[in-house]
């Protein structure tokens, strides 16, 4: 195995090809040290040191170089002579008796009525203003500054320079460099002028090192998105708002990536991506995404009406809610896999 594989890389490989699986024999990975192993760490650093795995390693591990070779290890053959464990009656399961018919589902008709209008020609910020509205820039300036001054820090932080951070984070998306902070240097291969001449690099990284969305004093102690739950409201409702028009929907489950330490952050085993936040999300058939909502396990927002029909059936209906608030009748289709379906349904 090359030494240039990262922990990430290797664990895929053991997990998804067929030749490393079929093999009965062990294998050891070194790990060699990660580039910021000579970092100062953090308490968000590192998952529980109780309760161990690769599911909650840090990002710097698992993106750190390894190696991977045979185990050397050798383990006793299992004789004959060994006791058997004891003898245990399995629990008999409870079975549902259902009694089906064979014959076509009876439907009745329902008429879609599509809306015609004319397509309104808006510039590329324009549209992003819809979803990301003054309002969203409104609450991240205003609680950026209640918390600056709980620490005694006089930022006063403008509206105008919070639109010109998250612009900052856009661009560093798809104009990606080693360290953020060569954005700003003068060699001619890393500055970018654009965001050079946008925000100094101190008052960047001031605002960005503080920056929040909720009051700190008055957080929801059972949602564990608090901190970022009125963005996450004001975001559903500007989709919603503005979502197309479309007879057909879907809802499924997406994976935001992410390697840092957090308590509702999943492993997925075989998903493109594997580590990260799973989010519940109800989309047009154009891909439109029109409702989300992030999972946290028993604590999921959903409807409490819905809470008795399991998880699947509640986040369908919860959506089907949503739906139902546009004003344009309640003629949808929604597509969903076999993990949403529940006989509940039926009733």
Known sequence: MASSLTLHEIATVLE?????????????????????????????????EDNVSINNLPGSLLRAPAELAASTSMEKPETEDQTPPEFQEPLKKRVMNYNWRKRDLQLRPIVWKPLYHTPIERSPIEWFSLLF??????????????????????????????KCLVGILLVSGYCQVSRRRMYWENASDSRN???????????????????????NLNLDTSDKFAKVRPLLKVLTMRFLEHCPHKENHSVDEAMVPYFGHHGCKQFIRGKPIRYGYKLWVGATSGGYIAWFEPYQGASTF???????????????LSYADQLATLGYGKNYHLFIDNFFYRFAFGS
């Open 16 to 48: 998804e090809d067929d030749d490393f699986s079929n093999q009965r024999q062990d294998f050891d990975i070194f790990l060699l040290p990660p580039d910021t192993a000579n970092d100062y760490q953090t308490d968000e650093d590192s998952g529980e």
């Open 133 to 162: 509205s003054e309002e969203v820039f409104e609450m991240l300036t205003i609680e950026t500054n209640r918390y600056l001054a709980r620490k005694l820090l006089s930022a006063d932080v403008k509206i105008e320079e919070m």
């Open 193 to 215: 002028s654009l965001i050079a001449s946008a925000l100094s690099r101190d008052r960047f990284t001031l605002i960005y090192s503080n920056i929040h969305v909720a009051d």
């Open 302 to 316: 959903t409807n409490a009406q819905y809470s008795q029909l399991g998880l699947g059936a509640s986040v369908v």
